[in-house]
């Protein structure tokens, strides 16, 4: 292998390959490609190959062997003796060096880089060190890739699934709504922006016991002002967070008490048996209706009470759903019997009855109440005919698919369907014709005007229309479970957790350490710059010119270096959130005659500048730290002079609005401006605006902490700080704070009701 690539930081530029690959890859396999046309390119091997494994894919004895060593495999004498067929295939093809290395990452296998010379002792040393930090880097890459588009995948499904056609909201400890759907909100008439941040315990008028068991995870059902009857169910995202899904179920709760109202009946019987016609169940007017207790009935074997009883058990015996109708006579006991009208129906290994004098009445109505369960069903609901033509789709197809009754009525089934899964669809219907029923299939479907698929979970149940021969399909797909995504999703939210604290740590520590090296600095400054002085006033001996000159020198930057980092420890203070404010009454016309302040009179003069000071005149004393608020006026206006060569500076203070209880002070400089680009970054740490070539510009322009302290203050008090600015043609830095000091938690609590810009 030529190793002139591998010149230099060789580790370096190794890894720097495998970045750039990397960032051209946009999955595993796209990467494993660029890597075998790179180790091609840069290596001086005659053959680079990555041989890429699937799951599906079967490894044979080489590249298990490769794998289970998990080290490069080198033959630098190819011959037909070599130990694997793998190998003497090489050797016939002309080669006569050959190093494999697995590709891999934790226990995740990618796939093998397979390199081949035709020079004999080709691998070695340098050759293979390389080869295995690039196959490393490469695999950590392609582990990478998978895990983002998992990632992705995941959020995706979990955005599709929380805005499914399903009320859904995430709340707090609280009760209060965090995140909440569209459907959500429509049940209370607001917008989805509107139902955030309200009360879902008012919204359901809940007591405080409801909320803890719908907090624990309990079911509840609850009923909303209007009447309606709703059934919540709640899964834990977190200790903070609670996922809850709301299903009207007042059409359930209405067939219930239909149902209820039925055993009242004095003609009809309800009925249900087992798949050997043993009764499990009867309604409870069986009593009065037939002389039979209900209880005593469970277990007997209803088609030995039924004269000819072999026509019925030949009628609804067999594979498929069956249905039976006829009159019949039952045998109560004692010599007693009674003429009824039996309709009865086999589903799976269930058979379900009404014995009757007036089937029909109650049959139309039964249907009648079957179309409304199905009409309030969350899941989607398609009706076809024997040819698989659509008859009839229910609201939550509507509202998943987008699609409405007339756009689809006619329309084949399949066309809803991805190509691959109209297929197989097809054979679900044949599937279903024969047996009555299908399920727990899995298909994508055509949302309207959406390249999108929306994934379902259906099943295929073979009806009758009506009481007729003629032979229909009930299609009914239910999304995959939005709870299945949330505790998925879990994983990922505690993995962000962990990072946020790792991150907090890190720079808890920093933090930590500007402070003590700030404060270890302090002592030996102090100790020169005490010395200093003795020096220059004579004390141990007089100096000259020259030396007064130079010592002078040496106490000014000894100034300046305290005044450094006094600024680092002002910074960690105010990052770690140490700093308590010292609130006392500030008036402004005292506070800007401050010396600080005032002393940049005389600097302005000597660069022939104006300074200038206004404060109107109903600008009230306010409560604040006056010691802060002039370090953020020396901040500002030496900012100002700093960058200021002709013109001049004016600090002007004065109230936000006429109602306003906001102060705000501005300081107006005509130096050389802020591009627009930069203005965002100026508050930032560290941040100086960079040299330009047409603007005049100070050297020595500071540390970059003055305005990210400035902020930091002004944010402490409650208040918001900005700057308006052009190049050429100077800036204004402006801050406002309360005619009372806040502090950042209060003032997110009642954020100012003026809108002044700044």
């Known amino acids: 292998m030529d190793n002139t690539f591998m010149d230099g930081d060789r580790y370096d530029n190794l890894l720097s390959v495998v ?89 995740k296998k990618f796939g093998l880089l397979i390199l081949l010379s035709k020079q004999e002792e080709a691998f070695g040393g340098n050759a293979i060190s390389d080869a295995v930090v690039m196959v490393e880097a490469v695999g950590n890459a392609a582990l990478f890739l998978s895990e983002k588009e998992k990632s992705v995948n995941l959020a995706k499904y979990f955005d599709a ?34 139902a955030m941040g309200r009360s879902f315990v008012n919204n359901f008028k809940l007591e405080e016991h409801d909320m803890k068991e719908l907090l624990a995870g309990v079911p ?13 169910r709640g899964s834990s995202v977190n200790e903070r967070l609670t996922h809850l899904l709301i299903q009207d179920i007042t059409e359930h709760e209405n067939l219930e008490r239909r149902l209820g109202a039925a055993q009242k009946s004095r003609n009809e019987v309800f009925i249900t048996m087992d798949n ?76 379900y009855g009404i014995l009757s004098k007036e089937h029909e009445r109650y049959f139309r109505e039964l249907n009648s109440t079957f179309e409304q369960v199905i009409g309030v069903s969350n899941d989607a609901v398609i009706k076809i005919d024997e040819n698989g033509m659509i008859t009839q789709v229910n609201k939550s197809f509507e509202k ?126 102090t100790n020169i710059k005490g010395f200093s002085k003795l020096l220059y006033k004579g004390e141990f001996g007089e100096l000259n010119e020259d030396q007064k000159g130079y010592l002078k020198i040496i106490m000014d930057e000894l100034d300046r270096l305290m005044n450094l980092i006094g600024q680092m420890l002002d910074v960690a203070k105010l990052s770690s959130g140490k700093v308590v404010l010292d609130l006392q009454q500030v008036n402004f016309n005292e506070l800007l005659n401050n010396p600080s302040i005032k ?21 009230p004393t306010i409560i604040a730290d006056p ?20 013109g ?33 970054k100026v508050f930032g740490k560290f941040f100086q605006v960079p040299h330009r070539d047409n603007l005049k510009m100070q050297e020595g322009a500071g540390t970059g902490l003055g305005l990210s302290i400035t902020k930091e203050i002004v944010h402490l008090h409650g208040g918001e700080v900005g700057v308006e600015s052009e190049p050429g043609k100077g800036s204004e830095f402006w801050f406002r704070i309360p005619f009372s000091a806040k502090t950042k938690k209060e003032s997110k609590k009642q954020a100012p009701k003026d809108k002044v810009k700044g």
């Open 220 to 232: 509840l059902n609850t009923k909303t002002v209007d009447g309606r009857i709703f059934a919540i």
């Open 599 to 619: 002393s940049f009179e005389e600097v302005c003069k000597a660069k022939g500048l104006y300074f200038k000071v206004h404060v109107d005149y109903d600008v």
């Open 400 to 525: 998943i698919l987008k699609y409405t009754q007339e756009e689809v009525y006619g329309k084949p089934i399949t066309n809803m369907y991805d190509t691959a899964d109209g297929q197989k669809l097809s054979s679900y219907i044949s599937m279903a014709k024969k047996n009555g029923i299908v399920t727990d299939m899995f298909a994508n479907m055509h949302a309207k005007n959406n390249d999108e698929l929306v994934p379902f979970k259906f099943s295929i149940k073979r009806i009758n229309e009506g009481y007729s021969s003629n032979m229909g399909f009930l299609i009914i797909g239910a999304e995959l479970a939005t709870k299945m995504r949330v505790e998925d999703l879990e994983d990922e939210i505690e993995r962000k957790v962990r990072e946020a604290q790792k991150y907090k740590a890190e720079s808890d520590l920093k933090t930590q350490f500007i402070n003590n090296i700030s404060h270890d600095l302090k002592t030996p400054i």
């Open 161 to 194: 699934s929380f805005n499914a056609a399903v009320p859904q909201v995430l709340i707090d400890k609280n009760g209060s709504v965090i995140k909440a759907n569209k459907d959500y909100a429509n049940l209370f008439d607001y917008s989805v922006k509107e």
């Open 627 to 646: 010691n802060r608020l002039i370090q953020v006026l020396v901040n500002l206006v030496g900012n100002a002079v700093k960058f200021t060569e002709k």
């Open 648 to 680: 001049g500076i004016e600090v002007i203070v004065k109230r936000v609005s006429k109602n306003s209880k906001y102060v705000r002070v501005i300081v107006k400089d005509t130096g050389i401006g802020i591009p627009k680009e930069e203005k965002k």
């Open 276 to 351: 050997g016609f043993k009764i499990t169940w009867m309604s409870s007017n069986a009593e009065g209706v037939l002389g039979i207790v209900p209880d005593e009935a469970i277990g007997v074997k209803f088609t030995d009470m039924v004269k000819d009883g072999s026509s019925l058990i030949a009628a609804l015996s067999g594979s498929a759903d069956r249905e039976y109708s006829a009159n019949i006579r039952l045998s109560i006991g004692n010599g007693v019997n009674a003429d009824m009208k039996a309709y009865l129906y086999r589903i799976g290994n269930s058979v």
């Open 19 to 107: 970045t750039g690959l990397y960032k051209e890859a946009g999955t595993p396999t796209e990467l494993m490609k660029r890597f075998s046309a790179k180790m091609q390119s840069v290596s001086g091997v005659d053959s680079a190959i990555v041989k890429e494994l699937s799951v599906e894919s079967k490894r044979g004895n080489f590249e298990e062997f490769i794998f289970n060593t998990r080290k490069p495999y080198v033959d630098n004498s190819l011959s037909d003796y070599s130990a694997f067929p793998e190998l003497i295939e090489y050797y016939n093809k002309g080669y006569k060096s050959c190093m494999v290395l697995p590709i891999s990452a934790y226990d």
